[in-house]
């Protein structure tokens, strides 16, 4: 299958700091991305999907203003929590799928966010 | 409206023996199916998919499924679980270009 690559798998940064998150799609052309957030023992939320050379759909009650989502290319887009705090902790996990993608979503591998 | 049930939270079972994990789905319209399996810190890999056709679905290390459009199920099972098999498992359905994942079950597989 297709391979999605996030980075960093982890990363820990200070409270009113901004952390950017990676996701490519390393073998395909991603025209739609998904960025998911998991809370502990929870499923995926949905935060917002990405298509390429447009502005990200956010769901409800996801703050644009503070999850900035960039997909510039077909095979990157960008997560950048701006101003983070300790709430913001969690694991990121995202997904791309390629043209006329509605059978199949290739995940990344995750990042685990810890604001301290 | 929208969603995915799994009704177990975890399960736990012994090695070598079958198990089940259970998941139903909401929707008004067609879907295409999913189960996925997460294992600790990281991201989801696919464990296999119903999109149309024959009802029965046959995965990745053992796993299959049945979509029950009248009873609205996609379970999962394995004859016989190993160790490895510990992990989040997680059933989805896939609509208007969005996933809608279930809220995962737990598989614990103990020796």
């Known amino acids: 299958g297709a391979v999605v690559s996030q980075h960093p798998s982890r990363v820990i940064c200070k409270s009113g700091t901004s952390v950017k998150i990676e996701c490519r799609s390393l073998?395909?052309?991603?025209?739609?991305m998904f960025w998911y957030r998991q809370f502990p023992k929870k499923s995926l939320m949905l935060m917002a999907t990405?298509?390429?050379?447009?502005?990200?759909?956010?769901e409800q009650g996801v703050e644009k203003d503070k999850f900035l989502i960039n997909h510039a290319s077909l095979t990157l887009s960008t997560l950048t929590v701006t101003s983070a705090h300790p709430e913001d902790s969690s694991f990121y996990i995202c997904?791309?799928?390629?043209?006329?993608?509605?059978?199949?979503?290739?995940f990344g591998q995750g990042t685990r966010l810890t604001v301290v | 409206a929208q969603s995915v049930t799994q009704l177990d939270s975890q399960v736990p079972v012994f090695e070598e023996a079958p198990v089940e994990l259970r998941c139903n789905y909401s929707?008004?319209?067609?879907?295409?199916l999913f189960w996925y399996v997460q294992y600790p810190n990281q991201g989801l890999q696919l464990l296999l998919k119903?999109?149309?056709?024959?009802?029965l679905v046959k995965g990745i290390n053992g796993f299959e499924a049945e979509f029950n459009k009248s009873q609205t199920s996609f379970h999962l099972r394995k004859p016989s679980v190993h160790i490895s098999d510990t992990a989040e498992y997680f059933c989805?359905?896939?609509?208007?270009?969005?996933?809608?994942f279930g809220s995962g079950t737990k598989l614990n597989v103990k020796p």
């Open positions: 073998d395909f052309q991603a025209t739609t």
């Open positions: 997904s791309a799928g390629d043209r006329g993608m509605n059978t199949e979503a290739f």
């Open positions: 990405s298509n390429e050379g447009s502005k990200a759909t956010y």
């Open positions: 119903y999109l149309s056709g024959s009802t």
């Open positions: 929707s008004s319209v067609s879907v295409y």
């Open positions: 989805a359905f896939y609509n208007f270009n969005k996933f809608y």
